[in-house]
C-alpha cells in the first residue's frame, strides 16, 4: 500500500505527540507511525518530573547557566536559551491541557529539587510524570483527530534527490511493507538504551531513529556523550529515579557512610548524573561497594513522604528485589541512561537532510552537551517537539509531494525476503545485542580508554560479520517480532558504532566521556562538537563543528 | 529455579518453524486442525523472576516464535497484561513463585479479547471505549492568560492520582463480568478515566459527561463483580470511581434512567419494609410504562417460576423497621 501525508512523524512518545499536535494546529495533514502503541511510549517511565524557570524568584538565565554547567560546556548556548525561554510557557500549556500538576499552598504550580540545579524548579506528578504528560498529549491526540498507524515498524527513510520523502513500514499485525510518503518527516523514535546492558531503558529502546537517520545521510553529533544513572535497582537496571535523592535520601557506601562528601562536598548527592556515577564507580572499585553496588537509603524520609512522593520506585523496590525503601536502604549502581548525542538539528529541529526534522531524545540540537540535567529531557521533547511541528507544518507548503517511491518499497520487500529465508546459522538477534550491549557496558561505559575502545571497535566489526548471517526463528507474516527484533540489532550495531568511534576520537574527558587516558577537560582542543557520517562501502567520516558560546564563558566545573 | 511454563500458542497462519534455534530444537509441528493448544516450557531462572522474565528466556533461547507484547518489564508502560493462571495480570508484575500452581504456571491471551498471535491480543475493544469517554479537558473558561496556571488546591489534584496512575493495560476490562456479557459495556478503565476528567476542577463539562456517561452502557451497567478492583496492578480502583461517577450523576439530577431507578426502588423497598419487594424491583427499575421492556423478561420470569424462585406474592415487612426508617433519615440525602 502507498499512503501520502504532509507531515510523517516517526514515533509517538512525547517528543512524537507533540510535534503531531504542533503540526496539526498548524494545518497539516499529520499522521505518526509507530512500533508500539503511544501509551507504551518509553516517554512514560519518566519518573521524576520537568524543569522550567516559572517559579518566582528563578530565571530562564539560572535554568540556561545550570543546563550549560552541567552539560559541561558542550552544550550550544543558543539551543539552551531557547529551551529554558519558552520552558515555562510549555509547562503552563501542559497544565491548561488537564496534567495534574503538584501544587504548592497557593493552589500555583509547585517544584521539587533536583540533581544540578541551583533551584528546585522541576515541576512534577507524584513520582509518574512522564505517564501523566504522555497519557494527557495522547488524549489531545485522540480530540485533534491525528491519525496513528499503531504497531508499524519503520525499516527504511525514503529519500529522493537528497531530500527525505517519507519512509517504509512493516505493519506487524498482517505483516505487510508499506510506503508511507510526505513532504516532511520528523524522527522522534526515542532513545538507545539497548546498545549497554544494564541500561533502564526499555526493550524497544533500540536507536532505531538514529539508524534510520544517519543511514540516510544526516549526520549525528555528541554520540559518544552516554549519560550513566547513578542508580539503577540491583539486577535489572531499573531506574529509581533522582526524585529520592531529591527529596533527601543518601548514598551510602559498605562502611555507612555518605561518600559524596569526597568527592562533591557542597551539593553531595545532589551533583550531577556524571558525578555521582563516577563516584561510585570509584567507591566500588575501591573495595567500599556491596555486590557491585552501594546503598539508596531513604529510611530517614519516613513512610508518609516515601508513600506519597516515591510511591512508584518503593512499589518496585518491593516487587524486583523484595525490600522495603521504608525499612531498608536499596542497593544501587550506575547503569546506562540517556544518550545525550543523536541526530544533528538546529533549533527549528531541522537537520542537515533536507526534508528531516528530529525531536527528543534522538535529535541533538544541543542542550545537553556532555551530560544532561536531570528533569530536562521531557523538557527537550516538549520543546523541540513542538517547534520542529511548526517548522516542518510551514516547510511543506513550499513543497510538492513524491510521486514515486516504489522502487525503495520493493527493495525493502525483498530485503525482508532474504532475511527470513536465511537459513540457520546459530546466529540469533538474542546473542547478538547481549554480546554488543555487555561489551559496550566494559569498553564504553562510565570510564573509558584508548585501548578499550580500540578493542571495542575490533569487536564490533566482528558483530557485524555476524550479523550479516543472522537468522529468523519465525517464519510467519502476522506479528513477526523475531523479524523486528533481527531489525533492530541491525540498527543498534550502527548506533554503537558511532559511539565507539566518536568517544575514540575525543582525546579528553569531559562531562559523561571519562578517559582515563585523558583524565582532564581540553578546552583548546576539545571545546567542540564531534559529528559522524554515514558513508556507503566506507568507513564513516568524522567531522567538528564548533560550540555556540554566548555569555557563559566556560569555567571549572564542581559541585 | 525451574519453572515449568504452559503458553497458550495461537497462530492464524498455523506455520510454525521447525528448525532449531541456537542449538535447542522446536517444538515439533502444529496440529493444523486446532490453531490454539498449550505448549509447555521449561525455564531456569532465579527465585525472585517473574511471568515475563520467563516468556522473554523462552522467545530469546529457545523459540523465536512466541508473540508477546512487553517494553518497560516494569509495570509503566502496560503491554504486558495476560491470563496467568485464570486470570488478568501484568506478566512483568507477577512473580513465578507466587504463580505456580501444581508445579506450572499458565499464560494465555484473555479469552475476553479477540487474539491476534499467541499472547498478542487485540486491544481494539479497549481503545474505542478509552475514546469514547471523551478523556481530555474541555477547559473551563475563562482559560487562564498563556503564563498562568489553573488555580487549584492540591488536594484536588491529588485526589485523582489514583486515576492517572493507570497504565491502560486493559487487565480490569479483561475480567470484567459485565463486558463478558454485554460488548456495548464502557468498561472499567473507560468509566475511572471519565471520572478523572468528570472529577477535574478544570473541566467544563463536567454535567454534560455525567448525562452521557448514565446512558445505556454506562456507570450503572457495572455489577459490582469487584474483578476491576483485585486485578488493577496500580491500585486504580476503577470500581470505586463507577462509585463517584454514580453518585455526582445523581446528584446532578439524572435518575431517569434504569440504573437510578433501580438503586432508588431498592432503597425504597428496604426503607419502607425492611427487605427486598423482588415483585416490584424489576418494573421499577425498566419504568411502570415501559410495557415493552418488562415484556421481554417475562421468559426469566417463567423460568424463575418452574424453578420454584418466585418471590412472596405478599410482601410483609421485618420485625422492627422503624430502626431502619430512623438509618434512612440519619443518612439523609435523596434517601430520607
Ligand atoms: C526510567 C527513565 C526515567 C526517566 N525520567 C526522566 C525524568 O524524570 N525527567 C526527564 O526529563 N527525563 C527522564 N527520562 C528521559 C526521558 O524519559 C526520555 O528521554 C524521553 O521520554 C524520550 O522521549 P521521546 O519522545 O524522544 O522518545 P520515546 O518516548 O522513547 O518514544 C519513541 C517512539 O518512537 C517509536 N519508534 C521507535 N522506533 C521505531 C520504529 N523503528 N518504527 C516506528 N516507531 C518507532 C516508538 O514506538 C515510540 O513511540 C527518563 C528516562 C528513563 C529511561
Ligand atoms: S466491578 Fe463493575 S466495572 Fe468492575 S469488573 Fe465488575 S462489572 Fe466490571
Ligand atoms: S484501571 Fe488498572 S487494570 Fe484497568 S487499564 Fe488501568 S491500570 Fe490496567
Ligand atoms: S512490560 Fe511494561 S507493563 Fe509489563
Redesign the pocket.
Known amino acids: 500500500m502507498t499512503i501520502d501525508h504532509d507531515v510523517l512523524v ?7 505527540m507533540r510535534a503531531a499536535l504542533e503540526a496539526a494546529r498548524e494545518g497539516a495533514d499529520v499522521a505518526i ?4 502503541h ?1 501509551i507504551r ?3 512514560s ?6 524543569n522550567a524557570a516559572l517559579g518566582e524568584g528563578d530565571s530562564w538565565e539560572s535554568h540556561a547557566f545550570d543546563t550549560i554547567k552541567g552539560s559541561d560546556y558542550l552544550a550550544d548556548q543558543d539551543a539552551v536559551e531557547v529551551m529554558c525561554r519558552e520552558a515555562p510557557a510549555d509547562i503552563v500549556e501542559f497544565e491548561h491541557m488537564g496534567v495534574i500538576f503538584y501544587r504548592n499552598e497557593d493552589g500555583k504550580l509547585g517544584t521539587r529539587a533536583f540533581g544540578g540545579a541551583s533551584q528546585a524548579r522541576t515541576y512534577f506528578v507524584g513520582d509518574i ?2 505517564q501523566a504528560l504522555l497519557v494527557t498529549l495522547y488524549d489531545q491526540i485522540l480530540k485533534a483527530g491525528v491519525k496513528v498507524y499503531e504497531e ?3 525499516t527504511t527513510l525514503y529519500v529522493e534527490n537528497g531530500a527525505c520523502r517519507g519512509l517504509v ?1 512493516l505493519e506487524m499485525i498482517t505483516g505487510e511493507l508499506h510506503l508511507v510518503r510526505a513532504k516532511a518527516v520528523i524522527d ?4 538507545l ?1 539497548r546498545v549497554f546492558e544494564p541500561s ?2 526499555a526493550l ?3 536507536g ?2 538514529y539508524a ?1 537517520a544517519y543511514r540516510a545521510g544526516a549526520p549525528l553529533m555528541d554520540m559518544e556523550m552516554v549519560q550513566y544513572h547513578p542508580t539503577t535497582l540491583a539486577g535489572s537496571g531499573f ?1 529509581m ?2 526524585a529520592a535523592r531529591g527529596e533527601g535520601a543518601y548514598l551510602l557506601n559498605s562502611e555507612g557512610e555518605r561518600f559524596m562528601k569526597r568527592y562533591a562536598p557542597n551539593k553531595m548527592e545532589l551533583a550531577a548524573r556524571d558525578v555521582c556515577s563516577r563516584s561510585e564507580v570509584t567507591e566500588i572499585a575501591e573495595g567500599r561497594g556491596i555486590d557491585g553496588n552501594v546503598l539508596l537509603d531513604c529510611r530517614h524520609l519516613g513512610a508518609d513522604v516515601i508513600l506519597k512522593k516515591l510511591p512508584q520506585i518503593h512499589e518496585m523496590a518491593l516487587d524486583y528485589v523484595g525490600l522495603d525503601m521504608i525499612k531498608d536502604p536499596i542497593p544501587v549502581r550506575p547503569g546506562m ?2 544518550q545525550m548525542g543523536g541526530v544533528k538539528t538546529d533549533a527549528t529541529g531541522a537537520t542537515r537532510l533536507q526534508g528531516l526534522y528530529a ?4 535529535a541533538c540540537v544541543s542542550v545537553h552537551g556532555g551530560n544532561r540535567l ?6 527537550d ?1 516538549i520543546v523541540f ?1 513542538r517547534r520542529s511541528g511548526k517548522a516542518s507544518a510551514a516547510y511543506v507548503k513550499g513543497v510538492a509531494g513524491s510521486r514515486g517511491g516504489e522502487n525503495v518499497l520493493h527493495a525493502e520487500q525483498a530485503r525482508m525476503q532474504e532475511l527470513l529465508a536465511r537459513p540457520y546459522t546459530g546466529e540469533t538477534h538474542a546473542r547478538l545485542r547481549l554480546e554488543l550491549a555487555t561489551m559496550m557496558d566494559k569498553h564504553c561505559g562510565v570510564y573509558r580508554n584508548e585501548a578499550g575502545l580500540t578493542e571495542a571497535l575490533k569487536r564490533l566489526s566482528g558483530l557485524k560479520a555476524r550479523y550479516e548471517k543472522i537468522a529468523v526463528g519465525d517464519k510467519s507474516r502476522i506479528f513477526n517480532q523475531a523479524l523486528t527484533f533481527a531489525l533492530e540489532v541491525g540498527f543498534m550495531l550502527d548506533c554503537a558504532d558511532a559511539i565507539v568511534r566518536s568517544a575514540l576520537e575525543r582525546k579528553e574527558s569531559r562531562g559523561a566521556q571519562s578517559r582515563t587516558d585523558y583524565p582532564e577537560r581540553n578546552d583548546a582542543e576539545w571545546l567542540k562538537h564531534i559529528l559522524i557520517t554515514y558513508r556507503t562501502g566506507k568507513e564513516p567520516e568524522l567531522s567538528y563543528a564548533p560550540v555556540t558560546i554566548t555569555q557563559w564563558k566556560p569555567e571549572a566545573r564542581s559541585y | 529455579m525451574q519453572f515449568t511454563i504452559e503458553v497458550g500458542r495461537y497462530n492464524p497462519e498455523g506455520n510454525y518453524d521447525e528448525r532449531a534455534v541456537a542449538g535447542k530444537p522446536y517444538p515439533p509441528p502444529w496440529d493444523k486442525a486446532s490453531p490454539r493448544r498449550y505448549q509447555t516450557y521449561t525455564v531456569d531462572l532465579p527465585a525472585h523472576a517473574v511471568v515475563l522474565d520467563a516468556l522473554i528466556a523462552i522467545r530469546e533461547y529457545q523459540d523465536e516464535s512466541l508473540a508477546v507484547r512487553c517494553a518497560c518489564r516494569s509495570a509503566i508502560c502496560g503491554s504486558c497484561a495476560m491470563w496467568v493462571n485464570g486470570h488478568a495480570h501484568l506478566a512483568c508484575k507477577s512473580k513465578l513463585t507466587t504463580f505456580t500452581k501444581d508445579g506450572k504456571t499458565r499464560v494465555e491471551a484473555p479469552p475476553s479479547m479477540p487474539v491476534i498471535r499467541d499472547l498478542v491480543a487485540d486491544m481494539t475493544p479497549f481503545w474505542e471505549k478509552h475514546h469514547a469517554v471523551k478523556p481530555w479537558l474541555e477547559a473551563k473558561q475563562p482559560e487562564p492568560p498563556p503564563m498562568e496556571e489553573y488555580r487549584v488546591p492540591n488536594a484536588a489534584m491529588e485526589e485523582l492520582i489514583q486515576e492517572v496512575s493507570c497504565i491502560s493495560c486493559g487487565a480490569c476490562l479483561m475480567d470484567c463480568e459485565s463486558f463478558a456479557v454485554n460488548p456495548d459495556f464502557l468498561g472499567p478503565q473507560a468509566l475511572a478515566q471519565a471520572y478523572r476528567y468528570a472529577g477535574d476542577p478544570r473541566d467544563a463539562e463536567t454535567k454534560e459527561r455525567l448525562g452521557a456517561y448514565s446512558g445505556p452502557g454506562g456507570i450503572w451497567d457495572c455489577t459490582h463483580c469487584y474483578e476491576c478492583v483485585t486485578q488493577c496492578p496500580k491500585g486504580v480502583a476503577p470500581l470505586e470511581q463507577i462509585l463517584k461517577l454514580r453518585r455526582l450523576a445523581v446528584d446532578a439530577g439524572f435518575t431517569n434512567n434504569a440504573g437510578t431507578r433501580h438503586a432508588d426502588a431498592f432503597a425504597d423497598s428496604v426503607k419502607h419494609s425492611g427487605r427486598l419487594n423482588e415483585l416490584t424491583l424489576l418494573p421499577r427499575s425498566v419504568g411502570f410504562f415501559n410495557i415493552l421492556d418488562q415484556l421481554k423478561t417475562l421468559p426469566s420470569a417463567f423460568n424463575m417460576i418452574r424453578a420454584g424462585k418466585l418471590p412472596p406474592l405478599i410482601h410483609k415487612s421485618i420485625p422492627g423497621v422503624q430502626r431502619i426508617k430512623n438509618i434512612f433519615a440519619r443518612v439523609g440525602g435523596r434517601f430520607k
Not at chain 1, 374 to 379: D, E, K
Open positions: 516517526l514515533g509517538a512518545g512525547l517528543a512524537g507511525v509507530t512500533k508500539v503511544p511510549s518509553h516517554s517511565a519518566a519518573q521524576g518530573g520537568i510524570t512522564g508499524w515498524f519503520a513500514a522522534a523514535a526515542g532513545g538504551g533502564t531503558n524497544i529502546c533500540t532505531d531513529g534510520l531506574l529515579s533522582e541512561h540517556y525531536a527528543g531524545e534522538v536531570g528533569a530536562n529531557s521531557l523538557l521533547t517537539g
